[in-house]
């Protein structure tokens, strides 16, 4: 039986405290990457603004591959096609919000 750790991992410029069993730091670790890797990459677009959003973002993203290779699949293009079309509606909502101050 594994002990659980508390790790401190940065994302985005932030630490986080996560408690872990031991046997599954090195599984942490990466997934503290990919998210980490996934915001830079949504926030370097300059379209979102905003941690939050940002990190909302890059959870759909995940979640949308995730779900498709689960489904036992991988088409470039329809992921493509996704995630612009989540991007617009994003922007499209923050347009709205921009537009209330």
Do not use: W
């Amino acid at each position: 039986m594994s002990t659980i750790k508390q790790l401190d991992v940065s994302i985005m410029g932030r630490e986080f405290r996560v408690a872990c069993p031991d046997d599954e730091e090195e599984t942490l670790l990466q997934a503290v990457d990919l998210l980490n890797g996934k915001m830079h990459e949504i926030r370097d677009t300059g379209k979102v603004i905003g941690i939050e959003k940002i990190a909302i973002m890059a959870a759909l993203n995940i979640a949308h591959e995730y779900l498709h290779v689960k489904a036992g699949g991988f088409d470039i293009g329809g992921y493509q096609r996704r995630i612009g079309s989540l991007n617009a509606k994003l922007d499209a909502a923050l347009q709205e919000q921009t537009e209330l101050f």
